[in-house]
């Protein structure tokens, strides 16, 4: 298994919370930025949050700034989303990825390796 693997989506009503996990392979060990993306049906794939294995730098999409954080256990090399106040525009695939080498990015092209996504419906 070289891919990460994404889980936590699930239902949830306006104003909830869930929590995303990204497991990443031990084959992908030792990676430098992992983020999170979106892609909603009919729309394209946006960047949500990004952070660094190493200097525990974060970064977030304007939609999702004060709402979401992002953060990481180095030991089981697993970064989590954390996601506050849910709106329904959220509502979304999500998929985690991971990229090897500097600098940091928020570009999907930028990124290697890819989870499969983990659905997340938000309803009013």
């Known amino acids: 298994q070289v891919q990460p693997v994404e889980s936590g989506g699930g239902s949830v009503q306006a104003g909830g919370s869930l929590r995303l996990s990204c497991a990443a392979s031990?084959?992908?060990?030792?990676?430098?930025?992992m983020g999170w993306f979106r892609q909603a049906p009919g729309k394209e794939r946006d960047f949500v949050a990004a952070i660094t294995w190493s200097g525990n730098n974060t970064y977030y999409a304007d939609s999702v700034k004060g709402r979401f954080t992002i953060s990481k256990d180095n030991a089981k090399n697993t970064v989590y989303l954390q996601m506050n106040s849910l709106e329904p525009e959220d509502t979304a695939v999500y998929y985690c990825a991971t990229r090897r080498t500097p600098p940091v990015s928020t570009r999907g092209g930028d990124f290697a390796s890819w989870g499969r996504g983990t659905q997340v419906t938000v309803s009013s």
């Open positions: 031990a084959r992908t060990l030792g990676w430098y930025v």
